[in-house]
């Protein structure tokens, strides 16, 4: 009975994750940014192998400390799932309020609905009674989506970030254009043939102006 509930929300969950992409406007921004492709599929890859986890080697409840310590891998996960999040809100105030100078309307989206997932669904506290091994072990399939589908969203946050930076940051950024801007320098530092002629020229002009003797009266 459990293992079926187990492998509902898992199945649950992937459709929800469409639907939230989808909200998220994911798909067309997708299609400018292929890399967001990457923790989509992500995402489903690991929704849809704990799901085949259950069905091949089945989902048995076990005793109530072992559910209880498999907790600490979920909590050690969304700590750094976390601590991540709130590091790339500091990267980004900087990026679009010194650099970029606009509301970064899609970045803002993806990491709302990341907090969402890891502090509204993770955070909140649900007290099972002493020994039940059941509702533990329910707690911990649902934690697992909560914090799948928080982790990739703040990935997908993160791409945007650096999609938005290297779009809008200064060129020497952009990896396509880095040789190209070092060439210009590069020439624009070097002075040409004309130049040095042009230079050579006009110190000339100067020396025989200066070494001419003045002159003199026809009366002296």
Not at 26 to 45: E, I, K, N, V
Not at 128 to 145: C, D, K, N, W
Not at 206 to 218: A, F, H, L, Y
Request: net charge negative.
């Amino acid at each position: 009975m459990y293992e079926l509930i187990a492998l509902s929300i898992y199945a649950i969950s992937i459709p929800i994750w469409l639907l939230v992409w989808r909200v998220a406007n994911g798909y067309q921004l997708a299609c400018r940014t292929p890399m967001l492709w990457l923790p989509f599929g992500l995402a489903l890859l690991y929704l849809a192998g704990n799901a085949g986890i259950i069905i091949a080697f089945g989902g048995e409840v076990g005793t109530a400390p072992y559910e209880e310590s498999r907790f600490v891998f979920i909590g050690e996960r969304a700590r750094i799932a976390v601590q991540a999040t709130a590091s790339v809100l500091i990267v980004a105030t900087l990026v679009y309020g010194l650099s970029i100078q606009r509301v970064p309307v899609e970045f803002v989206r993806f990491m709302v609905y990341s907090f969402v997932a890891l502090l509204g669904l993770m955070a909140p506290l649900l007290w099972m009674p002493e020994g039940v091994a059941e509702g533990l072990f329910i707690l911990r399939h649902f934690q697992t989506v909560a914090l799948t589908m928080g982790l990739f969203l703040c990935v997908g946050g993160i791409v945007i970030l650096l999609r938005d930076l290297l779009e809008h940051g200064e060129p020497e950024i952009s990896l396509s254009t880095s040789a190209t801007v070092a060439t210009r320098r590069a020439s624009a530092s070097t002075p040409t043939s004309e130049e040095i002629d042009a230079s050579d020229a006009k110190r000339a002009t100067s020396s025989n102006g200066t070494s001419e003797p003045k002159p003199q009266k026809s009366g002296e």
